[in-house]
């Protein structure tokens, strides 16, 4: 597979890998994928409305009401606020719904396994490729293990219930701050850390922070890793400038999440592109999705060094199968029900993250760089 390579400010040629996802892990999953939705659909509809909606909510959308109390129109600026406060009360919540349910079956690591690709892959190894996905992306950003160079210093944006940040701790004997929009998440991730003996908050801590706007000074990272939350964040731009402005000289950025398909010039992704990924973005709270190539021009704009990025889609092929297979057994069903509304949302939305990866719409990417020295 090609890596795109980007050394400075210079312009360079995108290649991307061109190989799909593993067919053999993915074919022949219509089957089990739409019996899963009938039967999640025909449970939830057996539901009574109350148990499934919060009738406290307001009916009033504050997206779409642009007239205020005194009759006047609201900015475009107001209305953007309000998006997205709404999108970052509709993160937390659904990851306080349903973080207990994942720890239960995946454990403290809240993120894709990494595989080679069409190998024969049994239960017990996607936790270990959950590791493998963390090692990997420390190997392509050419992270090292020696003692002088390895970071000491490291935040983990979109940290869970802290899998990455006590590993990453417990491997380079770093410091690790965590954050997160969950308050369940963010307590979760401080137990599981005291339980691993890393109770000392001035090395392992966690707290409820929004990632466009960090509690942290300028340059006190060496390393900055957004496993699987770049996809949550409605101003790109911002995320990217807040990694890179908390990101000390000479410091690392690693972002690995999900992307749309790169774009040739002048080109628009297709009706049935733009009708799905709104299906999947509504189901999991996600802004719309950008390219890889407009993630490695804003680090570009920011005159990060050494960037490089990668589809790594076929690698992570196996898992959304494994995901959904856990979620047809009696106990993920009875989980999946508890646990609320938004997460049964996203259950049922599964089917169509897989559908996007197959028509090659969905990109699961790593992009890295790093902080000029000066």
Known sequence: MADVVITGGRPATVVYSTRGYSRRHLRGGGGSLLSFARTTTSIAASIKPAALIDCSRRTTDPVFTFFGTRGRRRTAIGAAAATEERLRKGI????????GVWEDTWGDHMHHGYYEPDSDVSVSDHRAAQIRMIEESLRFASLSDDSVQKPRN??????GIGGSSTYLAKKYGAKCQ????SPVQAKRAQELA?????????????QVADALNQPFSDGQFDLALSMESGEHMPDKKKFVGELARVVAPG??????TWCHRDLSPGES???EEKDLLKKICDAFYHPPYCSTAEYVKLLESLSLEDIK?????????PFWPAVIKSSLTWKGIISLFRSGWKTIKGALAMPLVIKGYKMGLIKYVIIAGRKPES
Request: hydrophobic share 45%; net charge negative.
């Open 251 to 256: 410091g690392t950025i690693i972002i690995v």
């Open 178 to 181: 965590g954050i997160t929009l």
């Open 92 to 99: 937390a919540e659904l990851y306080d719904e349903y973080s």
């Open 194 to 206: 005291a339980a691993q003996g890393l109770d000392d908050k001035a090395r392992v801590s966690f």
């Open 154 to 159: 490291i935040v983990d944006v979109g940290c």
């Open 309 to 317: 990025a990668a589809d790594w889609s076929e690698y992570v092929a």
């Open 269 to 271: 992704l297709r009706q």
